[in-house]
């Protein structure tokens, strides 16, 4: 099946817009908290969330103001997609890369069928080395939870390094974990 990247500061195809919501549904209970229950896509407090939606509507909402990195496949159909926060000042990464341009990964999704083709690194791939000059950022940073073996697999072999371990921060045994590459010294 042949891939295509694309990236998009405003993704305003309505095509694209309606599958993202579809995996997002989709995968909704896969991430720790489940995207449900969270408001926004960097939310600090991810522990003990109450359940006011079954579908991540807010975080949709949210979604949509950022840029995305899209792998479309065969008939225009979304494989996956990355979404990013441009500029984003992280202040939990803030002593170690400074004022430096960051490219914050705030959502990964690879729909099932498509796993293991190597979509999600494709995207970091492409993030890194295929943007305009003026859109590639000076640091790459994300955030995941501990038990997310595949993500930090990806992000190991791509250079990220570990940053910061929030502890039981999701829940019981289960950490939040910040990563980041700098990509420009």
């Known amino acids: 099946m042949e891939k295509q990247y694309q990236y998009y500061t405003c ?17 909704n209970n896969e991430f720790i908290p489940p995207l449900s229950v969270r408001k926004h896509t960097d939310q600090a407090v991810l522990k003990e969330l109450e359940v006011n939606e079954s579908e991540p509507k807010a ?8 840029a995305f990195i899209l792998c479309i496949g065969e008939e225009d159909k979304v494989l996956g997609f990355m979404s990013l926060k441009e500029n984003y000042k992280i202040k939990e990464l803030q002593a170690l890369i400074g004022n430096k341009r960051n490219s914050y990964v ?22 890194e080395n295929s943007l305009p ?13 501990s038990t997310n073996d595949s ?23 289960i950490d939040t974990v ?6 420009k010294p």
């Not at 000059?133 to 939870?145: C, L, M, N």
Request: aromatic share 14%; charged share 35%; glycine share 6%.
């Open 11 to 27: 993704l305003d195809n309505k095509t694209y817009l309606k599958q993202i919501w579809d995996l997002l549904r989709k995968y």
């Open 59 to 66: 975080y949709y909402e949210e979604l949509k103001k950022q």
């Open 106 to 127: 705030s959502t990964v999704i690879v729909d099932q069928e498509s796993r293991g083709e190597g979509i999600a690194a494709g995207m970091y791939e492409y993030l």
């Open 178 to 183: 910040y990563y980041y590459k700098i990509l």
């Open 151 to 173: 993500h930090i697999k990806i992000l190991k072999r791509r250079g990220f390094s570990e940053a910061l371990r929030i502890h039981n921060d999701r829940g019981s045994g």
């Open 133 to 145: 000059e003026e859109r590639t950022p000076d640091v790459i940073s994300t955030r995941t939870w």
